[in-house]
């Protein structure tokens, strides 16, 4: 008893400094388009193992996602698959686009890419330049996903590739 009554009679610690939450700026720009090599072998995708995955920065958006009343930027992304290295924004329209669902009303091709840190991000992401826009594709559901830099994401990645492989297989038909 003694000694919660000392404990409690001497002197407060000084208090603790609580962070606040920062909005999170990407530092992406509208228009940019990024790559990087996919270099972790993914269970039933092996054969892209050193494929390259782009995206186009179609649209920074404030969204409070991580911390309620605070707007962090958020980026809404096209992404595309192709098996050589990207030299050029040429590299664009030569890659086959990536549909993450194909759904009866429309398939969703966009993105959302949150986060709250860059420690996640590939560590070869590459900026390969700047495009005025493109050309987004028939059918294309206004839903976004979102997509966080995880493996399950990656995965997501290359699944949507087949995806594409699948309807541009029945166009053909």
């Not at 686009?97 to 949150?114: D, S």
Request: with cysteine; net charge positive; aromatic share 14%.
């Amino acid at each position: 008893m003694d000694k919660l009554k000392v404990q409690l009679e001497e002197k407060m610690p000084e208090r603790k400094k609580i962070s606040i939450h920062k909005p999170y700026v990407l530092g992406w720009e509208e228009g940019d388009i990024y790559f990087f090599q996919i270099k972790e072998k993914i269970d039933n995708y092996e054969k892209y193992l050193g494929w390259y995955a782009l995206f186009y920065v179609d649209k920074i958006c404030l969204r409070d996602w991580n911390v309620k009343g605070v707007a962090d930027e958020v980026a809404d992304v096209y992404f595309f698959l192709t098996k050589d290295k990207p030299e050029s924004i040429e590299a664009l329209h030569t890659s086959k686009r990536v549909c993450f669902h194909i759904g009866k009303t429309g398939n969703r091709y966009q993105m959302h890419i949150y986060e709250s840190s860059r420690r996640n991000r590939p560590k070869d992401l590459t900026l390969l330049g700047k495009c005025d826009g493109i050309h987004y594709p028939l059918n294309n559901s206004s839903m976004g996903g979102h997509f966080c830099w995880s493996r399950v994401d990656i995965r997501e990645i290359l699944y949507g590739y087949e995806n594409q492989l699948k309807l541009d297989s029945d166009l053909s038909k």
